[in-house]
């Protein structure tokens, strides 16, 4: 669990969009970096492709809680937002990487200098949405082909940072991810 004391106002005027699958996203790295912006008065959607509830997982085969999503993909763009974050989960980020509008939405996001965060398996939809070329960026260490052959530059830290672009390896790196995600929110936005 994540254990970072916000006031509730470092990101009180910025606009979060936090992706979640119908099925198999990772729910620690959905639901801390999800509490950490919302407790620090930032306004939250959990967007998917569909509205209705996503079933989370733990460590990507169990069965966890399930969340509401509050908004499709077709019903935002990338303008409703400040800031967005990716969770991963395997099947989770396989699946959100097939949403052509989620795809662009993230693109239009990561093009317009937006802050983005992104853990774990969630960079498969970096790659898919064509914007790692050049950047240097983290994930799951299975991930690190697709990263290069999308012509990112993949390394193996804890977080990375590259011009907005907020990559974590995996629900181990949580405590760094979020207080980075903080500073760049707050930073950026």
Request: glycine share 8%; charged share 30%.
């Amino acid at each position: 669990m994540v254990d970072i004391d916000v006031d509730g106002s470092e990101l009180e005027d910025v606009s979060v969009a936090v992706f979640l699958a119908q099925e198999g996203t990772e729910e620690v790295e959905f639901v801390e970096p999800k509490d950490l912006v919302t407790d620090a008065g930032a306004t939250v959607d959990v967007v998917g492709s569909e509205t209705g509830e996503g079933q989370t997982v733990n460590n990507d085969l169990e069965e966890s809680e399930s969340y509401e999503i509050e908004k499709g993909f077709d019903e935002v763009s990338a303008d409703d937002y400040d800031a967005v974050i990716v969770p991963g989960g395997t099947v989770g980020a396989d699946t959100l990487r097939t949403r052509d509008e989620g795809v662009e939405l993230l693109r239009q996001h990561v093009e317009a200098g937006k802050p983005t965060a992104v853990i774990c398996h969630g960079p498969w939809t970096l790659v898919e949405a064509d914007v790692v070329d050049g950047k240097q960026l983290t994930s799951y260490h299975s991930l690190q082909t697709d990263v290069r052959n999308a012509g990112g530059e993949w390394v193996d830290e804890e977080v990375v940072v590259d011009d907005g672009l907020i990559t974590s390896r995996n629900p181990d790196d949580l405590e760094a991810f979020c207080e980075t995600i903080l500073e760049e929110f707050d930073e950026r936005s």
